[in-house]
């Protein structure tokens, strides 16, 4: 990290004045399934949406009351996604918010709401009204039972923070997420919440948060479908006690890079447990004539099933590797392309090398596999995320929904 940071144990509720509960409604079977987050006092806020032309009900109503960009609550469920559910799923996600404002005692418009899980079938509210009372009165420092609460078929708990100063206060970024399939760029398939106890002005949240999701969870793929109920969402309520940013400048720089490696820490989780997964793959691409350049090659090599299978079966088919980067989009040069897998060097100027399969086969059996990928003609270069492609993804997704 450029600035000075550390990384902290905790994640949501590690910013001060942060609360957080996770408890079971009955959405799914014996596990926690509904969470709910609090600001002790109104927070600047902001959020970052699916690309995916089908929304869910939730995220409609969350992203017309972030436009205010203010918020203190938020309450989530897993089990159902409440998508495709037409008016009266988007009655539905009013009334859920309204129930943990009830509960919380606090402004409704004040109050966001998600959901993740099956799409297609209405919310039992009933079971979500039953717990909502006793969601509100475990709300404590329990960010941890939060982020267990909201996981779908992940087999992880995804949390992490940084501290950091600002102003010559100390400031702590905490995060969670979901997700682990259905994951892909422009807003993978997933959830993630961030908070902070610095203070900063909605507007510079707003740009913080795209900069932070560009590098992070845009970066990232297990398996090339986006959701329809993707979001990210930061809260920044100033309890740290900090001058407000308010412009841009070292401050904002700080604050954004904390954020972004907050954010990047909780993409790599994901990618990693993706779906049947047994490794996280890294690719970075260098040298490429522009950033965009740089970050369609990387998504598109992560996103290969064909290079995801070659990973899992730790064979070194550095031709699927190119290939997925000629139809990515990117524009370079095919014969100055360098590719490593590893420390093992496989191709230069976009032919093979003679190289150790067995080495090879090594670098690819690693946690992450990291494969590079040079292509030699500029200054700019990316990272993308994604995970190896096994039997068990078919297993899970075959059955997810019976």
Request: hydrophobic share 50%.
């Amino acid at each position: 990290m450029g600035v000075s940071m550390e990384w902290a144990a905790g994640g949501v509720t590690l910013p001060q004045g942060f609360r957080a509960s996770g408890v079971a409604a009955g959405l799914k079977k014996a596990k926690k399934d509904l969470a709910l987050l609090v600001s002790t006092v109104p927070a600047a806020a902001a959020g970052v949406f699916t690309a995916n032309l089908v929304k869910a009900a939730p995220l409609l109503v969350t992203a017309e009351r972030l436009r205010k960009g203010t918020a203190q609550a938020l309450i989530v469920n897993s089990g159902n996604a409440n998508a495709c559910t037409g008016t009266e799923g988007y009655a539905d996600a009013v009334a859920m918010a309204g129930m943990a404002a009830a509960a919380l005692q606090l402004p409704e418009e004040l109050v966001l709401v998600c959901s993740t899980g099956v799409i297609g079938r209405r919310l039992p509210l009933a079971k979500i009204e039953a717990a909502v009372p006793a969601a509100a009165a475990a709300v404590r420092k329990a960010g941890h039972d939060a982020a267990e609460a909201i996981l779908t078929t992940d087999t992880v708990v995804k949390e992490a923070a940084v501290r950091f100063s600002m102003g010559g206060r100390p400031c702590v970024i905490g995060g969670m997420a979901k997700g682990s399939g259905m994951i892909h760029p422009n807003m993978a398939t997933m959830l993630a919440f961030l908070t902070t106890d610095a203070a900063i002005e909605a507007g510079l949240l707003r740009r913080a948060l795209k900069e932070a999701v560009d590098q992070s969870f845009n970066m990232i793929t297990v398996d090339g479908d986006s959701s329809t109920n993707d979001m990210v969402l930061v809260l920044a309520n100033g309890c740290a006690g900090n001058p407000v940013i308010s412009g841009p400048g070292l401050e904002y720089q700080t604050f954004a890079e904390a954020l972004t490696a907050v954010a990047v820490a909780l993409a790599k989780k994901v990618a990693r447990d993706g779906e049947g997964a047994t490794r996280l793959i890294e690719v970075q691409v260098k040298g490429a004539r522009t950033l965009n350049d740089a970050r369609t090659a990387a998504r598109a090599i992560a996103g290969s099933n064909l290079v995801k299978a070659a990973v899992f079966g730790r064979d070194a088919n550095w031709g699927r590797i190119i290939c997925a980067a000629g139809y990515s989009g990117a524009l370079f040069d095919p014969s100055a392309v360098d590719i490593f897998l590893g420390a093992e060097q496989v191709a230069q100027d976009g032919a093979g090398l003679p190289f150790s399969e067995e080495r090879a086969g090594r670098e690819l059996a690693q946690d992450p596999a990291l494969i590079t990928v040079d292509f030699k003609e500029g200054d700019y270069s990316a990272t993308a995320w994604g995970c190896d492609l096994t039997y068990d993804y078919v297993s899970i997704n075959a059955s997810y929904r019976t």
